[in-house]
């Protein structure tokens, strides 16, 4: 009886193990589409009444207890999450530099005859219909024209990248502009994942308290950990209770419940101030500095070549001058560059000592273009692509005819009739195909379209450079998936087995049941 | 994809969904380039036949500028070579017959007149020919265009002192260029003091066909006046000295004509090759830009049966399903 009554007690347990078994397999299913979960398994372990057994084979099965679960364990693999985030932050890094130079590419799509390389053909165009007729009032205006879109073209082309330059990190001396900036937005996005971590690690550090996980809140952990990669690379300890030190370059970002280090953001004018550095001559870095401020009152200045890698990599490799990457800032410096050169060789022709301009009233040769360029900077400063425009004294009325078009090679022969001599226009169009020194021996149409290439190889580079990461990343998300993930089928399986389970130990217990009724009517 | 681990529901859908995206955009990209047809829809998608179209391009358009610029040019040299030969017939079958005719001196009083209001006649318009505008300038007067090359300058009795060429003398920089290439120009112009000569009785300066004729005219007033004796004998031989400078005018002109024609067939030449090259550059463009239709058209269908194949695929792992429907 005393058996009947323990067998009894036994199915009571394993039916309470499989039900259990069964609310473990029906949260998994619940949870197969969430994002971040991981699968959890039921494991079974035997349970056992640890009574002296001896020799005596009753007391042996005295001491069998039936099943228990041990504990639900988590699908995780470390290995697999760091090689993840890793490869994450690699990603968000170019997909931000493809982000800036897809922006620059896109002013320079001259595939559809619009842009400047357009502008400078119409612009020889109309010289050469100057060449055709140098006294023609309306040629000389067209010309005129063609030369004011060119420089518009420019001054667009300059203002966009300027625009795109400030766009993520500022303008680099304005507060303002930086608290406006995307950047400024990610740094505070990212400081909210800290503070969500630290708030995690608090509720794991309340919950963990002894051997058995925390399932849930570990996949809460884990995902802000990846949305945390997606901004920068980090170092990470995993403590017993499950909470996690974050840290960077061995500066403490989160630790147990507390954000310990917050990131900051000023201009790289404000920074340069206070470290004595003149700006923007002797920074070479980028228009924002990040600084960690930490609870204790440190303050960890200037960490942009920590951040290397992750969306804030990317904003801040981008926003720099540096050398040989196609930013922005190269590509202005290459655009002054076309400009600067296009206005210095046509100036020159303009005012040379030999070239004259057409006095339409008396229809004679003038030398009152010898002060007049062609091209000027609107504001006064050296010439840029920025600035570059058309004098207005060659916009005014009549002011076509102080376009320089005569020349005479032997200056002897001066004659103040011969407005027809379009010996200046000739020079002019000869420029077209000769090789300037200030555009290191390149064409002016060549050296655009040298630019245009180098935009697009950039492009082109790292949208290669992306497929490639992505196809890692994708690679290892699915074998993150493969082993963390729901399966329908094996869940449908877990849960036969241990319905089939519960139905065997309630048929145990209807047999124990009718055993002990036999029992008890024994008596009567 | 090879998959060495177990597959998880969730991890068979993205699978799937991943490779019908996949599908789609191939299909997806390859419309559009039927839609423009053109390979190149961003200067990323092959930076080298980018900057190889710009140049193409550019090139092309230059040669719609040079065979534009050669059009006027033969114009304008068509115009100047009619006018010469009518110079030149003029010359020879009017001009140079009336001196043949007075020189003689075979004629009486009525018909030297006759003869001599021939000539001034002829002067006119020898010297309206000089002074022809085309497109508003003057062609004949060099780089001075707006200058009226040709002025007559006629004493109180209405004898000719002088007729001045105003233009850009021959030995000057009269040239005026037109873009034929690549920094290749040719000369459009010529001179009018070396197609009509002039003439100036204070220096003595007597040119060309102008010279000759105005000499002609000032033998034939002598003549006509009824002088002595010894001035129609001065007079005839004048007349008959006068003879052979209207053959040297002819060559004289001829020889402008010649070099023309020559600037006219080098032109010719050039724009044979410049179709040539067109030709070409349209053919390398096409090879950059333009998509193979044939090639894309069946790359199309297989994308297009890539597409429909996952999507039923798809739809069929729905329907087989799980477990669940065999419960």
Known sequence: ?524 | MTISQGISSQMLYTILQDGMSTNYNNYANLLAQIASNSKLTSIADDPVATVNVLKTQKGLDNIEVYLENIGIAQDEITELDDMLDSLNDDIVSTYKPLAVQAANGTYDTDSLQAMLQQLEGGLETIIQIGNTKFNGDYIFAGTNVKTQPFTINKDADGNITSVTYNGTPADGEYERYVQTGDGTYEVINAPGDSVFGYYDSATGESEGIIGTMVETINALKVLVEQPTEAEVTAANEALYGLLDRFDESVSQITTVQTKYASAYNNMEMAKTSLDATEVNLTSVLSNLKDIDITEVSTDLYSAMYAYQASMSLLSQVYQTGTLLNYL
């Not at chain 1, 909470?243 to 201009?267: A, C, H, I, P, Y």
């Not at chain 1, 100036?347 to 008396?362: H, M, R």
Request: hydrophobic letters at 40%; aromatic letters at 6%; charged letters at 20%.
């Open chain 1, 1 to 524: 009886m005393a058996n009947l009554l323990s067998a009894l007690n036994m199915n009571a347990n394993s039916l309470k193990v499989n039900e259990n078994a069964i609310s473990v397999v029906s949260n998994n299913v619940a949870n197969m589409n969430t994002i971040g979960y991981h699968k959890q398994t039921v494991n079974l372990a035997t349970r056992t009444n640890e009574i002296p057994i001896g020799n005596n084979v009753y007391r042996q099965i005295d001491s069998l207890a039936g099943v228990q679960i041990a504990s639900v364990t988590r699908s995780t693999n470390k290995y697999l999450d760091n090689a993840y985030r890793g490869a994450l932050a690699q990603l968000g890094c170019l997909q931000q530099q493809q982000n800036n130079i897809s922006d620059i590419a896109d002013l320079f799509d001259e595939l559809d005859g619009t842009g400047i390389d357009a502008g400078l053909k119409s612009f020889f165009e109309a010289l050469n219909d100057l060449n055709n007729n140098p006294t023609d009032s309306t040629a000389r205006v067209a010309f005129l024209e063609s030369a004011q879109t060119l420089t518009s073209l420019m001054n667009t082309t300059a203002e966009k990248l300027q625009e795109q330059m400030y766009s993520q990190l500022g303008d680099g001396v304005s507060a303002d502009a930086l608290a406006d900036s995307p950047f400024a937005a990610e740094i505070t996005n990212i400081n909210d994942l800290f503070q969500q971590l630290a708030d995690v690690n608090e509720s794991l550090a309340r919950t963990q308290t002894g051997n058995l996980t925390a399932n849930n809140l570990l996949d809460t952990r884990d995902t802000i950990l990846d949305k945390i990669s997606e901004y920068m690379d980090f170092d990470l300890e995993e403590y017993p209770n499950g909470t996690v030190r974050l840290s960077l370059n061995g500066v403490d970002l989160v630790k147990g419940t507390e954000v310990l280090g917050k990131f900051t953001v000023q201009t790289a004018s404000e920074y340069c101030a206070q470290q004595g550095i003149t700006y923007p001559d002797d920074w070479d870095g980028a228009l924002a500095v990040v600084n960690i401020e930490s609870t204790d009152g440190r303050v960890f200045g200037n960490i942009n070549d920590t951040i290397t890698t992750g969306k804030l990599g990317g904003y801040l490799t981008t926003g720099s001058d540096d050398a040989g990457t196609v930013s922005a800032d190269y590509i202005l410096g290459k655009l002054d560059q076309l400009a600067v050169t296009i206005a210095d060789i046509f100036n020159a022709l303009q005012t040379d000592a030999n070239a004259y301009c057409i006095d339409p009233t008396t229809w004679t040769l003038s030398d009152a273009n010898r002060n007049v360029n062609i091209f000027v900077s609107s504001d006064g400063g050296a010439i840029s692509a920025t600035n570059i425009k058309i004098n207005d004294d060659l916009l005014a009325d009549g002011g076509q005819w102080l376009l320089a078009t005569a020349y005479f090679d032997d200056p002897a022969q001066f004659d103040a009739n011969a407005v027809g001599n379009n010996s200046n226009v000739v020079n002019m169009l000869n420029t077209r195909e000769a090789a300037q020194a200030g555009l290191g021996g390149l064409t002016f149409e060549d050296f655009y379209s040298a630019l245009v290439g180098s935009v697009g190889t950039a492009l082109s580079n790292i949208d290669g450079e992306i497929e490639a990461q992505q196809s890692i990343v994708d690679n290892l998300d699915l074998q993150r998936t493969a082993e963390y993930s729901v399966d329908l089928n094996s869940e449908l399986t877990d849960l036969i087995k241990y319905q089939t389970a519960y139905s065997a130990a309630a048929r145990i217990f209807t047999t124990c049941n009718s055993l002990l009724d036999v029992l008890v009517s024994l008596g009567g």
